[in-house]
C-alpha cells in the first residue's frame, strides 16, 4: 500500500543497525497517530526511501527531529476503524 496525504502513521523509530547501541533494543513509537501532508514518490532513494511529509505538534518536534538524525525512523500505517469508515 502506497502512502497518500491525508493517510494516519506512526512514527517509530530504532538506532541505526550498526551502531553499538542497537542491541537488544525495541523500537520506540516517537509520533502516534500523525498525519501525512504530502508524499514525494519521485523521489525514491538508494534503498527506496521516500520524501513524506507528516503534521507534527510542535511539542513533540525535537523528539521527532532527534529520533531522524540518531536512528532509523519507520512509519507505520494506521488502519481505519469500522467506526473511522461509517461516519
Partial sequence: MALAAGDIVDVWSMPR???ALSEGVEP???LPAAV?????????????EI???LE???DVV???V?????GVVDLVAVPATSAELVS
Fill in 66 to 70: 532527534a529520533a531522524t538524525r540518531t
Fill in 51 to 53: 520524501a513524506v511529509v
Fill in 62 to 64: 525535537p523528539s521527532v
Fill in 56 to 58: 507534527v505538534p510542535a
Fill in 28 to 30: 520506540a513509537l516517537v
Fill in 17 to 19: 543497525p550498526d551502531s
Fill in 36 to 48: 501525512v501532508t504530502s508524499v514525494a514518490e519521485d523521489a525514491i532513494g538508494i534503498g527506496g
